[in-house]
């Protein structure tokens, strides 16, 4: 009988080590998925002496082939992300810091139009606290709808980093939305995403020009990082009866609107129909195919094989799981 509990015990603990090892197994096929979901990017070896954002500006026929930025940030972040290798750090920065990641419009940045948000990491790590610069207060509402941030490693004249990117879905995952038409909220009868966002452009189920990010999200701007140390701060609970638009706060030396003080203007904008800044056109963009927060195929890959493996005898079948206003409508 001792015999047979031994052979048993011994027959159980090997089963459980198959288990661990194909679990392993998963996360490392896993891991390898999604290092590789971020898309190469060519540089450009012509020199681009830009070193100010008007000169980003200079380059929008070449960037906008037809013409249009609506809910098109992703080409700006191309253009930039194509010539990185000729720009230090700090001059990255600034010219990442010349457009809005929302409308697309050119965007001159300044302390008055520097929000804070904190967003979602799409990898499911939880919240992340940064900037952003925008062409006008609607876009804080829009943002924190749809926006997710996601990283990406970007080699610069002063080496490689991992920068922190806002990022939407893919809208060509569903592209035939962008064919359907629907009732304009600034009173232009009926449209479509295809008239009013034409840079937004889809091939075999890809967006054309976008960069991806180490989760294989579209990439439509940077998400700038708070000061060291402020995370904590800059994450905690805001009173939003308090909230007071344009009101400017500060840390660490560095100029912003906090995102909360919007939060009545948002909700007033929501019940109007999006009247306001780009309206519904990135909304629509962006909710074609939205990010659904946590790293998609790692999560998936592992859930479906562990699903796959019977569980050892005697398991009970619980598991451990790995205030400027305006529009800015082009």
Same mark, same amino acid.
């Given at each position: 009988?001792?015999?047979?509990?031994?052979?048993?015990?011994?027959?159980?603990?090997? %089963?459980?080590?198959?288990?661990?090892?194909?679990?392993?197994?998963?996360?490392? =096929?896993?891991?390898?998925?999604?290092?590789?979901?971020?898309?190469?990017?060519?540089?450009?070896?012509? +020199?681009?002496?830009?070193?100010?954002?008007?000169?980003?500006? %200079?380059?929008?026929?070449?960037?906008?082939?037809?013409?249009?930025? &609506?809910?098109?940030?992703?080409?700006?972040?191309?253009?930039?992300?194509?010539?990185?290798?000729?720009?230090?750090?700090? /001059?990255?920065?600034?010219?990442?810091?010349?457009?809005?990641?929302?409308?697309?419009? +050119?965007?001159? !940045?300044?302390?008055?139009?520097?929000?804070?948000?904190?967003? =979602? /990491?799409?990898?499911?790590?939880?919240?992340?606290?940064?900037?952003?610069?925008?062409?006008?207060?609607?876009?804080?509402?829009?943002?924190?709808?749809?926006?997710?941030?996601?990283?990406?490693?970007?080699?610069?004249?002063?080496?490689?980093?991992?920068?922190?990117?806002?990022?939407?879905?893919? +809208?060509?995952?569903?592209?035939?939305?962008?064919?359907?038409?629907?009732?304009?909220?600034? $009173?232009? $009868?009926?449209?479509?995403?295809?008239?009013?966002?034409?840079?937004? %452009?889809?091939? =075999?189920?890809?967006?054309?020009?976008?960069?991806?990010?180490?989760? $294989?999200?579209?990439?439509?701007?940077?998400?700038?990082?708070?000061?060291?140390?402020?995370?904590?701060?800059?994450?905690? !609970?805001?009173?939003?009866?308090?909230?007071?638009?344009?009101?400017?706060?500060?840390?660490?030396?560095?100029?912003?609107?906090?995102?909360?003080?919007?939060?009545?203007?948002?909700?007033?904008?929501?019940?109007?129909?999006? &009247?306001? $800044?780009?309206?519904?056109?990135?909304?629509?963009?962006?909710?074609?195919?939205?990010?659904?927060?946590? +790293? %998609?195929?790692?999560?998936?890959?592992?859930?479906?094989?562990?699903?796959?493996?019977?569980?050892?005898?005697? =398991?009970?079948?619980?598991?451990?799981?790995?205030?400027?206003?305006?529009?800015?409508?082009?």
């Amino acid at each position: 009988m001792a015999a047979l509990t031994i052979a048993l015990l011994v027959a159980l603990a090997a %089963r459980r080590s198959d288990v661990a090892a194909a679990a392993s197994d998963v996360r490392a =096929d896993v891991a390898v998925v999604a290092r590789s979901m971020a898309n190469e990017i060519a540089q450009v070896r012509e +020199p681009w002496h830009g070193s100010t954002v008007n000169d980003l500006f %200079r380059e929008y026929g070449r960037i906008f082939k037809h013409g249009n930025r &609506n809910a098109a940030s992703h080409l700006w972040a191309s253009f930039l992300l194509e010539r990185s290798e000729q720009m230090t750090h700090e /001059r990255l920065l600034t010219m990442f810091s010349g457009f809005c990641a929302v409308s697309g419009s +050119p965007v001159r !940045p300044s302390e008055y139009n520097r929000y804070m948000l904190t967003l =979602d /990491r799409a990898d499911g790590s939880g919240k992340m606290a940064g900037f952003f610069h925008y062409c006008c207060w609607p876009c804080v509402c829009d943002t924190q709808d749809f926006i997710k941030v996601d990283t990406r490693t970007v080699r610069t004249a002063s080496g490689e980093r991992k920068y922190n990117f806002a990022v939407i879905g893919n +809208p060509c995952d569903r592209e035939e939305e962008l064919r359907r038409p629907f009732e304009h909220v600034f $009173g232009r $009868g009926m449209q479509t995403l295809q008239m009013l966002a034409p840079e937004v %452009r889809c091939r =075999d189920g890809v967006l054309l020009g976008a960069p991806l990010s180490d989760n $294989g999200h579209v990439i439509i701007a940077m998400f700038f990082d708070a000061p060291e140390g402020s995370q904590e701060t800059l994450l905690a !609970p805001k009173v939003v009866q308090n909230a007071q638009p344009g009101r400017i706060s500060n840390i660490a030396g560095v100029s912003y609107q906090d995102e909360f003080e919007f939060g009545p203007m948002c909700e007033d904008r929501k019940n109007k129909g999006y &009247n306001s $800044g780009m309206g519904e056109i990135f909304r629509k963009v962006a909710s074609i195919s939205p990010i659904q927060v946590g +790293p %998609r195929a790692a999560l998936e890959a592992e859930n479906d094989s562990m699903a796959a493996l019977p569980p050892p005898d005697g =398991d009970d079948g619980a598991c451990v799981s790995g205030s400027g206003q305006g529009v800015c409508l082009q």
